[in-house]
């Protein structure tokens, strides 16, 4: 059994710090894999409190347990909104930066870790050390896609972007095959944000097809945010019904929806940059032995090449996931293990059954030959040796922990299987 430390303020914090052994610190358990498992948990869910807004700068502080969607409810109708906002906004301040999650504009923004002014961070003394781009650099670079390694993120000041509207301009390309979609992602690069939902088990010519869809802020001046209503999947499904028939249907179905070259829409904020979010439990529709996320990126220059050899192993085998997500991503930044690099990142959701993980294994090897990475938010399977490969930092954020007596307090079951 867990066991869970809550706390009241720094001081108390501080002494339970002293009497725990190893913990690790937990947000609101987003992560797919397991970054935040552990026997011990500090939980920061309670401490949600704004602190300040600098209406000049666009600067919020913040204590780290607030809900991304708790700021957007607040901000929105403020004529605010996040600079970077991932795929759900059901995810803590704290577990933001220890991703250093990114969104569907990371080829124009880069990452979370780019908004932050500074971070209040306790240490496994207890000390609560203050850093940022300039203040504490080594440490800042490593708590930014540190997942928790480095200390508890206690408060954070980070800048929000200025918009008019609660509504997104969308425009949907429909593509028919890898070509055309990587085409598509460069002619539309100029637009703030873009993705693509990939049909992965079309076959042959049709490989890669995909609906690419860009948005800008409308400039419509309706900051009526209301969040929107969840349906919620009310038990697990059986397994049977998330077959091979049944995900191809789909897809065929989903990739048919949309009309043939380019369209355009008005949608709302939660529609475009939160999806799954309006669905309570959504994991469930994958039957009680659950999925696995699998999440790389690749550079740029081989991206084509390597998406290729995946995709065609993936509809060949069969193994369908009907969440596929392609992204274009730009330059990386100095952080220790953050995720992106510039490049293309494929995210895949699979359900779990007979021969996937040796499956995936193959895959691992296709991603290594191409000298591509995987997403510590998103893994709870890959080894020790393909995880550090993509990590030239990896030795670096070792040594951190080691002579700064981080390892001895702060560790989870992922940092212990790939030895961070
Ligand atoms: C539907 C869905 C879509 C997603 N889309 C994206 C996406 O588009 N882009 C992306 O980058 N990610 C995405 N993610 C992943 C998610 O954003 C990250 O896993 C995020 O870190 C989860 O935050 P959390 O608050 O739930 O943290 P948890 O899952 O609880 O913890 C995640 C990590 O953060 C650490 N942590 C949390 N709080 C603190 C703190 N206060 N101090 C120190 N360490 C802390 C934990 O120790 C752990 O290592 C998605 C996840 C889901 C479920």
Known sequence: MANFINYQNRDDLMSKIHRIGQCITRGNGRSYGDSALSETYVSCLQHNRILGFDENKGIIKCESGILLSEIIEIFTPRGWFLKVAPGTKLITVGGAIASDVH?????????FSETVENIALMLSSGDVVQCSHRKNRELFL???????????????????????????????????????????????ADDTYSV???????????IGRSLLMTGEFSQDRNLQYVPKKKITIPFNFPSLVLNYLAVKSFNALYYASAKPGVSHQIVDLDSFFFPLDSINSWNRVYGSHGFVQYQFI????????????????????????????????????????????????????FKM????????????????EYEGRFY?????????????????KIEEFRELRQSNKMKDKFSSLQSKRLGL
Not at 312 to 319: C, P, T
Request: proline content about 3%.
């Open 103 to 111: 969104g569907k504009n990371h080829h124009k923004d880069g990452c």
């Open 353 to 368: 059954q007979k021969g996937l993980l040796d499956f995936l294994k193959e895959l691992d090897q296709i991603v290594l």
């Open 196 to 206: 693509a939902w990939i049909d992965c088990l079309s076959k042959g010519k049709l």
């Open 376 to 392: 510590l938010a998103k893994d709870a399977r890959v080894s020790k040796k393909v995880f550090e490969s993509g990590y030239p």
């Open 142 to 188: 490593a708590t930014c896609g540190g997942m928790g390694l480095t200390g508890i993120i206690l408060e954070v000041s980070f800048s929000l972007k200025p918009i008019s509207s609660k509504n997104i301009e969308q425009t949907t390309i429909k593509t028919r095959n890898l070509q055309e979609t990587f085409d598509a992602f460069e002619e539309y």
């Open 298 to 349: 690749l550079p740029k220059n081989v991206s084509y090449e390597g998406l290729l050899k995946i995709l065609k192993k993936i509809s060949d085998k069969g193994f369908g996931s009907f969440l596929a997500v392609l992204k274009l991503y730009g330059k990386h930044n100095d952080n220790y293990l953050s995720f992106p690099m510039e490049g293309y990142s494929l995210a895949l959701d």
